[in-house]
């Protein structure tokens, strides 16, 4: 795992600030959402991106009704309702 060079100190209610060079760096920004995850001995921070409920695919997806859905997907439900 690569180190950045950034210490960082948890305050009482457990919230850790992201350095601005590292937000700037993985695009993330204000209000967006971050995934959680660990890996052994590690947290692992990533920014959220929402995959299609039905292939899995991250690009060209919209929410509908609180799932995901790609674009793909989208068409194909709409053929088998012509």
């Keep these: 795992m690569k180190r950045a060079g950034h210490l960082c100190r948890i305050d009482k209610l ?16 204000a209000d967006d ?6 890996d052994d ?3 692992i921070l990533k920014k959220y ?6 292939c899995g695919e991250d690009e060209d997806v919209i929410e509908y ?4 859905i790609c674009k793909n ?10």
Excluded: H, Y
């Design 14 to 29: 457990g919230r850790v600030v992201i350095p601005k060079q590292l937000r700037d760096s993985f695009d993330i920004d």
């Design 33 to 38: 959402v971050i995934e959680i995850f660990t």
């Design 41 to 43: 001995n590690a947290i």
């Design 49 to 54: 991106t929402p995959t299609c409920a039905f």
């Design 65 to 68: 009704k609180g799932k995901a």
């Design 73 to 82: 997907c989208m068409n194909e439900l709409l053929l088998l309702n012509q």
